[in-house]
T-cell receptor, first 110, second 114 residues
Framework: RKEVEQDPGPFNVPEGATVAFNCTYS??????FFWYRQDCRKEPKLLMS???SGNEDGRFTAQLNRASQYISLLIRDSKLSDSATYLC???????????FGTGTRLTVIP | DVKVTQSSRYLVKRTGEKVFLECVQD?????MFWYRQDPGLGLRLIYF???????EKGDIPEGYSVSREKKERFSLILESASTNQTSMYLC?????????????FGEGSRLTVL
């Protein structure tokens, strides 16, 4: 089983829509969680960390469910500029490495 | 501005050639990584280094080697390039040990092996 799994999409949503992505992780020792954003032909960049209590940054909300071993990203009021691939990243306790999901592709349509 | 710089954005090589991909970071980070990214497979870790002259194999080290002689520089070497090594190669760095710390990526090196 993969360390981190994501629905690859694509998700095609109209401007203004709300969209949510989930990401599941297999190892219960996983400790830290992040969402990265990758634009076409660009490098990934950190979008936001995911905290146990959940966190929000403008139109973006990230949540962690340790019991079910998944994290989620909610994007409200989607903009054209949100079109990108969203990568789920997990760090396992004691591991000096990050585990990436394969990414979920989002296209926001005018 | 923090920066991870990869020496070449685009390379075209022939099968059997030796290929060097260089990566330099200016953030004094201890940890550096080499990933390859392929459609449908996501980012896969080739090698990482947590200190000068230290290296550890990632998930797909076969056909690759690395060198870290200085803290700021981490090189990926393909001793004898093959067509299945055609890919986007991404270098990244991160501060210290532990579970926190953002991973900073270079812009990537797109390698085509003919």
């Amino acid at each position: 089983r993969k360390e981190v799994e994501q629905d690859p999409g694509p998700f095609n949503v109209p401007e203004g829509a709300t969209v949510a992505f989930n990401c599941t992780y297999s190892n219960s020792a996983s400790q830290s969680f992040f969402w990265y954003r990758q634009d076409c032909r660009k490098e990934p960049k950190l979008l936001m960390s995911v905290y146990s209590s959940g966190n929000e940054d403008g139109r973006f909300t990230a949540q962690l469910n340790r019991a079910s071993q998944y994290i989620s990203l909610l994007i409200r009021d989607s903009k054209l500029s949100d079109s990108a691939t969203y990568l789920c990243v997990v760090i396992r306790t004691g591991a000096n490495n990050l585990f990436f999901g394969t990414g979920t592709r989002l296209t926001v349509i005018p | 501005d923090v920066k991870v710089t990869q020496s070449s954005r685009y390379l075209v090589k022939r099968t059997g050639e030796k290929v060097f991909l260089e990566c330099v970071q200016d953030m004094d980070h201890e940890n550096m990584f080499w990933y390859r990214q392929d459609p449908g497979l996501g980012l896969r870790l080739i090698y990482f280094s947590y200190d000068v002259k230290m290296k550890e194999k990632g998930d797909i080290p076969e056909g690759y080697s690395v060198s870290r002689e200085k803290k700021e520089r981490f090189s990926l070497i393909l001793e004898s390039a093959s067509t299945n090594q055609t890919s986007m190669y991404l270098c990244a760095s991160r501060i210290g040990q532990g579970n926190t710390g953002e991973l900073f990526f270079g812009e990537g090196s797109r390698l085509t092996v003919l």
